[in-house]
């Protein structure tokens, strides 16, 4: 008797997920876009007019500065590659 857990998913089940999948992706990118829209429209409202264009480059600037050293690594954080190489140790 053939049960449940032995039976291999349908062709059509795996089509269905994918579209799903496709979809899901379109939907996000959409909303990415559409927040990159907003914030072009107001960083144009706003920081142009406060700033200007040379000041409102130098924002610019400051601001990846800022992203840029927090996001450089630090010698105290671990990578995930050093992660698995300390539980691999551990465990044998």
Partial sequence: MVTEVNRKPQAHS???????RRFDRSLHHGKRVAQSAVACYLCARLILRDFGQSGSV???????????????????????????????????
């Fill in 14 to 20: 795996i089509r269905h997920v994918s579209r799903l």
């Fill in 58 to 92: 130098s924002l610019a600037a400051c601001i990846n500065l800022v992203v840029g050293m927090t996001a450089y690594p630090r010698p105290d954080v671990k990578t995930p590659s050093q992660v698995r190489k300390t539980i691999k140790t551990d465990r044998g």
